[in-house]
Antibody
C-alpha cells in the first residue's frame, strides 16, 4: 500500500533551518508530485510547494519564496523540505502528500505522511 | 490569489444530513477536493474532482459543485464523522485550501 513516512519531531532556534524528510513506498516514486503542507497549532492547512520527483522541478508558494527548498533523492524514494530563517510562527506540523500531476484535474492530494512537528523556540 | 470560504462550524443530528459549503469565485469551473481531518491525525481525502469517492470512503459522502459554491454532503451522519473538513482547489499552479469547517454530530 502507498505510504509516506516522515522524519521525527524537531526543535529549532529562531534563525536556524530545519530539514524534514518524506520516504515514499508502495508506488513508483517518480510518478507522483510530492507536496508540503503545514498546519500551525489550532489552524488550517497551508500549502508550501511541490517537487516533481521525475524532473526535480519545483514550485513554491509565494509566502515561502526564498525560505523553502524542496529536493529529492530518487535512489531512496525520499523527498526533503528545508525551511530556513525559522521564526516562532513557523511552529507547526509539516505534512508531505502526493498528487498525480500539477494540473487542476490531477490536483487531489490522495496520500499524506503522518506529519512532523517542528517547534521553533529560543 | 484565489480564496475559498468555508463556515467555521456546522452541526448535525445523529443520522441526519450535513452539508458543508465552500465558496469561491466561479468555483464551478474548477475541480474541488475535500479532506477530513480528525484530531491528531493527518488529513484524508474523502472526495476528489467534485463528486468522486476514493476507495474505502463510504457512499454517505458525496459532493457537488456549481456556480460559486461547492458542497460536501454527509448523509446519515455518524459520531465518527466528527472532524474538520477542508475544501481545496488548484489555481495557477498553486494549491489553495479553505479555512476548514468543524463538523459536530449531536
Amino acid at each position: 500500500q502507498v505510504q509516506l513516512v516522515q522524519s521525527g519531531a524537531e526543535v529549532k532556534k529562531p534563525g536556524a533551518s530545519v530539514k524534514v524528510s518524506c520516504r515514499a513506498s508502495g508506488y513508483n516514486f517518480t510518478d507522483y508530485y510530492i507536496h508540503w503542507v503545514r498546519q500551525a497549532p489550532g489552524q488550517g492547512l497551508e500549502w508550501m510547494g511541490w517537487i516533481n520527483p521525475n524532473s526535480g522541478g519545483t514550485n513554491d508558494a509565494q509566502n515561502f519564496q526564498g525560505r523553502v527548498t524542496v529536493t529529492r533523492d530518487t535512489s531512496i524514494s525520499t523527498a526533503y523540505m528545508v525551511l530556513g530563517r525559522l521564526r516562532s510562527d513557523d511552529t507547526a506540523i509539516y505534512y508531505c502528500s502526493r498528487s498525480y500531476h500539477n494540473t487542476d484535474y490531477y490536483s487531489a492530494l490522495d496520500s499524506w505522511g503522518q506529519g512532523t512537528l517542528v517547534t521553533v523556540s529560543s | 490569489s484565489y480564496e475559498l470560504t468555508q463556515p467555521l462550524a456546522v452541526s448535525v443530528a445523529l443520522g441526519q444530513t450535513a452539508r458543508i459549503t465552500c465558496g469561491g469565485n466561479n468555483i464551478g469551473g474548477k475541480n474541488v477536493h475535500w479532506y477530513q481531518q480528525k484530531p491528531g491525525q493527518a488529513p484524508v481525502l474523502v472526495i476528489y474532482r467534485d463528486d468522486h469517492r476514493p476507495s474505502g470512503i463510504p457512499d454517505r459522502f458525496s459532493g457537488s459543485n456549481s456556480g460559486n459554491t461547492a458542497t460536501l454532503t454527509i448523509s446519515r451522519a455518524q459520531a465518527g464523522d466528527e472532524a474538520v473538513y477542508y475544501c481545496q482547489v488548484w489555481d495557477r499552479n498553486t494549491w489553495v485550501f479553505g479555512g476548514g469547517t468543524k463538523l459536530t454530530v449531536l
